[in-house]
């Protein structure tokens, strides 16, 4: 039998250890890079700074494992929209997360682990980078080999990615402000230009300017309210695209921004509550609860959807330090308003020390799930890389599909080999 006469489940897991092609076509990336005054300076600053930014090869996935990670996407939606989930996530969830609005938040990113039930979801972040970064990467694909070219050109959902992130944008808007026009959009994180994704803070200002929306980028310190709305410099901001990961806005620098959230001086998307519904990894103990499912009244069929594609998860409690403890090597600890891996923990490396500051702290505690692998060629070397994929999603619809290729417990972009890879859906053999 033929790698291309397997089943499509079978094919994935073979291209993903065999193949070891160079699919990335640097020309090409550099060319998607490179639209808008600042491009060349954008390559060079990615080239140079970040080289770990963007994988080589690219991750392949059945079609099954696509859809079941929609399913259970789906299904968080149908949970989300019971009013009874608002009031029972209202528990833990910061006071500025009780503000109304209509805007939905932009790309929640929802990130999964392969694990030999199918995939399984690990977490929900509100703020997930990397959408655009992505979209210019899904245009520079080589195919390698006939099952390269086969799948190509791969399983993003939206065909126009980029028309489809502006229309968010503007969704965003509408459901705040109608008709009103957008005139500027200011992009908000701490010393953007530290930030590792901060070249993704240009493409983001330059697709913005091209829709006809002025953009900039701005530390929250620059901005300031005034005759009830917000400012930067001399001009008013619209909407905030906020890459902040003071999910709540609770930092004493970032009040101007907290008093504009709640004070509808400005549209702030992502926001806090956004981040209260879907993101506070306190909700995963909910959602993998079945007497608690029964209880917000979710029906037989999401109950089923949600046990079989999230592990389980329970929050941290000091009355229970003994039963964690012995079902530590089982476990993986993070924080309940963590991002990114941090001050997360495999059970199997935890000290005593480490465990007790766990314990003190506003920890989940979760089935470990451990990540597939992606073998590629590295010189002159094949290394085994840790393999997660996300779904860019917004008002339930996944808009993108990407994997993100690593070694150690964290998606670092420091790993040669690794970084964002373009996901390819193998065809499966009727």
Not at 277 to 296: H, P, V
Not at 350 to 374: D, H, M
Not at 419 to 429: D, E, I, N
């Amino acid at each position: 039998m033929s790698a291309q006469e397997l089943p499509c489940h079978r094919m994935a897991d073979v291209l993903n250890h065999d193949c070891q092609c160079i699919t990335l076509d640097r020309a090409a990336l550099a060319a998607a890079l490179r639209r808008g005054e600042a491009g060349a300076d954008l390559y060079h600053m990615i080239e140079e700074g970040r080289p770990h930014l963007f994988a080589e090869s690219a991750v392949f996935l059945d079609a099954d494992c696509i859809a079941r990670m929609a399913a259970t996407i789906a299904a968080i939606e149908r949970v989300v929209a019971l009013p009874a989930w608002e009031e029972r996530v209202r528990a833990w969830a910061p006071a500025s997360a009780r503000h109304a609005t209509r805007a939905s938040g932009v790309f929640l990113g929802y990130d999964f682990h392969q694990g030999d039930a199918g995939p399984q979801l690990i977490e929900i972040n509100t703020n997930a980078g990397g959408g655009l970064l992505n979209a210019a990467l899904a245009q520079a694909q080589l195919a390698c080999c006939a099952e390269m070219a086969a799948a190509l050109p791969g399983s993003a959902g939206a065909p126009n990615l980029e028309q489809a992130f502006v229309d968010m944008f503007l969704a965003e808007w509408l459901a705040e402000r109608g008709t009103a026009p957008l005139r500027r959009i200011a992009i908000v994180d701490s010393r953007p230009e530290e930030q590792y994704l901060y070249p993704e803070f240009l493409l983001f200002a330059a697709l913005f300017e091209r829709h006809g929306i002025a953009a900039v980028i701005a530390d929250p310190a620059a901005l300031r309210l005034e005759h009830g709305a917000l400012w930067h410099a001399n001009e008013r901001v619209d909407l905030v695209y906020n890459r902040l990961t003071d999910f709540a806005l609770e930092a004493p620098e970032h009040a101007v921004l907290r008093d504009a959230w709640l004070h509808d001086a400005a549209v702030i998307t992502p926001h806090p509550r956004a981040h209260a519904l879907y993101a506070d990894k306190r909700n995963l103990s909910l959602l993998t609860d079945e007497g608690e499912l029964r209880q917000l009244g979710v029906d037989d069929d999401t109950r089923a959807q949600l046990l079989s594609g999230i592990p389980r998860t329970e929050v941290v409690r000091a009355v229970d330090a003994d039963s964690l403890w012995q079902r530590r090597k089982r476990l993986f600890f993070k924080p309940a308003a963590g991002y990114g891996s941090k001050a997360a923990y495999r059970g199997d490396k935890l000290t005593r020390a480490v465990f007790a500051e766990i314990l003190r702290g506003n920890y989940v505690a979760q089935a470990l799930v451990p990540p597939s692998v992606r073998r590629v060629g590295v010189g002159e070397a094949t290394v085994g890389l840790k393999l997660d994929v996300r779904n860019y999603v917004y008002r339930g619809r996944v808009q993108l599909v990407t994997a993100r290729l690593y070694q150690g417990q964290t998606t670092n972009f420091r790993t040669p080999g690794g970084g964002f890879a373009p996901v390819l859906t193998v065809p499966c053999v009727a």
